[in-house]
């Protein structure tokens, strides 16, 4: 079904960021192309199946598609006269904590002869301090001069169909024009439009994610200092909140990571030539928690005689993403000290050694709660010692790292 020319095109548009709102946008009445070199991903899209859990967004996607709302390209030249072009694409982190460039100029480079003066490229993911300015700068040297802005996304990756609907939107463009097509854009979809200038922009993105991985710095540093001391950190953390409004905000603790909150705290860091002192620290705690828990089982058992069980895998709950999911650090840790490791987890569907959760329960001598699924309610892990530092699952045999 023809439906005239697309209104927007989202740039990586199969990923996490990408989808979802390609799928929002066409709900407004915006005819969307995504464009995306994931071949796999495209054609599940195409087939009206999600290709990673998203709350509320496969129902939506089957309407668009048979509406005819969303098409899928892998040809750049296919973003030739879309006014909006929505670039997800985010720049990681090398090994040495910096920004990579390359990742976003490559795409820039391939979309580049099929730019104009009337289309505006919004950058949507995670980017460093004064990389607006930079792409902006970039497409001029390389004679385009599209209308450039970055409104970030500040979504919680599995909500973000509902989030990009009720959250207020920051917008920023490196021209007053750019600033106003954006907010135009993003008017469709969000209640609210917050105006700030690219720099704003783009520090308010990393503030958000890197003020959020502090608060579990700060759970976990309080947590490992109880439990070191031999106290109970579950009881702790219950009397701490009872009725006590100014420990309200206090996280419970847990295994902090994932592809955003580590990633831009880095960034951040790298941003401030390493003088941001309290986010270093917070890496440190927060990626020293899983070495913490296997020196508490070492000291209590002989892990080299037993098989150590890892249920859950993904970074948060509910998740099939394991991307920075600290579980797979504490197996890497595990498999040095430990006879065996198993490992479980609904979700994931893309690792191998992962084994039906019965049979983990059933050859395990010890098991970790690594991510807290909300299927794990009330698990029966038949009186077998259960480290759990989520404080989700009912106490059973041990559930300190030391194992008292």
């Not at 509320?56 to 969303?70: F, H, I, Q």
């Not at 385009?144 to 919680?156: G, M, N």
């Not at 069980?309 to 595990?334: E, H, T, V």
């Not at 991510?371 to 699952?393: A, Q």
Request: aromatic share 8%.
């Amino acid at each position: 079904m023809t439906m005239g020319p697309y209104a927007t095109c989202v740039v990586g548009g199969a990923g996490h960021v990408g989808a979802p709102l390609a799928i929002v946008l066409a709900t407004r009445g915006l005819r969307t192309l995504i464009y995306d070199l994931d071949r796999a991903s495209m054609n599940r899209l195409a087939e009206g199946v999600m290709p990673f859990l998203e709350d509320g967004a496969e129902p939506l996607l089957k309407t668009m598609l048979a509406e005819g709302r969303l098409g899928f390209t892998t040809d750049p030249a296919d973003i030739r006269d879309v006014p909006y072009v929505v670039i997800t694409i985010g720049t990681p982190v090398d090994e040495f904590h910096n920004p990579v460039m390359r990742v976003l100029t490559d795409c820039l480079d391939t979309l580049l002869p099929h730019l104009s003066e009337s289309q505006t490229l919004v950058l949507r993911s995670t980017i460093s301090p004064g990389i607006t300015d930079y792409v902006d700068r970039y497409l001029g040297e390389h004679g385009k001069k599209p209308k450039v802005a970055f409104c970030p996304e500040r979504i919680v990756q599995g909500r973000a169909v509902e989030e990009i609907q009720v959250l207020p939107q920051i917008v920023s463009g490196t021209t007053p024009a750019a600033e106003d097509a954006a907010a135009e854009l993003f008017g469709k979809i969000a209640p609210k439009i917050l105006r700030l200038t690219p720099k704003e922009a783009e520090l308010a993105k990393l503030f958000s994610n890197t003020y959020r991985y502090i608060q579990f710095a700060a759970a976990n540093q309080l947590y490992m200092i109880a439990e070191a001391e031999g106290a109970n950190y579950r009881r702790l953390y219950a009397a701490l909140k009872d009725d006590y409004p100014r420990m309200r905000d206090l996280p419970g603790p847990g295994f902090a990571a994932g592809p955003c909150l580590y990633k831009d705290t880095l960034q951040l860091v790298s941003f401030c030539d390493n003088g941001f002192s309290l986010g270093r620290s917070a890496i440190e705690v927060n990626e020293g928690l899983p070495a913490f828990v296997v020196a508490g089982l070492s000291a209590r058992y002989p892990l080299e005689t037993m098989t150590v069980g890892l249920i859950g895998m993904a970074f948060k709950a509910d998740s099939d993403d394991i991307r920075s999911a600290l579980s797979y650090k504490l197996r890497k840790l595990l498999k040095v000290r430990a006879r065996r490791v198993l490992t479980t987890d609904p979700f994931v569907k893309t690792d191998p050694e992962l084994l039906p959760l019965e049979e983990v329960i059933a050859q395990s001598d010890v098991l970790i709660l690594g991510v807290p699924h909300s299927c794990y309610k009330g698990l029966e892990t038949r009186g077998k010692p259960v480290i759990d530092i989520w404080n989700f699952l009912p106490p059973a045999g041990g559930d300190r790292p030391d194992g008292r």
